[in-house]
């Protein structure tokens, strides 16, 4: 049974930072694309940011709003992902989904964690 359990959301200020970590069970992290999306309350889920595999290692890909602010990484060994998010804004405020895709199409999410950035 695959499980994948995000954790390390909160209440912060703007311009502070969070790591948001998704522990993954039942795949393996390094094998899948892993991604991570938000949504506010009412509107669709955003894709925030993607590390898939690649022949000579990993490729990240990042949404336009958070690009050279937020960071994705996988640990193989902790079979985690993560998304360093710095310089938050009130408008990253969201609930960040965790996803994972198979080479073979399979996909699977995670529970949700809430991200609120406010003063």
């Known amino acids: 049974q695959v499980q994948l359990v995000e954790s390390g959301g909160g209440l912060v200020q703007p311009g502070e930072s969070l790591r948001l970590s998704c522990a993954a069970s039942?795949?393996?992290?390094?094998?899948?694309?892993m991604s991570w999306y938000r949504q506010v309350s009412g509107k669709e889920r955003e894709l925030v940011a993607t590390i898939s595999r690649t022949t000579f290692g990993s490729t990240t890909s990042y949404a336009d709003s958070v690009k050279g602010r937020f960071t994705i990484s996988r640990d193989n060994a902790k079979n985690t992902v993560y998304l360093q998010m710095n310089s938050l804004k009130p408008e990253d405020t969201a609930v960040y989904y965790c996803?994972?895709?198979?080479?073979?199409?399979?996909?699977?999410w995670g529970q949700g964690t809430q991200v609120t950035v406010s003063s």
């Open positions: 039942g795949l393996t992290v390094s094998s899948h694309a």
């Open positions: 996803y994972a895709k198979s080479r073979y199409g399979s996909t699977y």
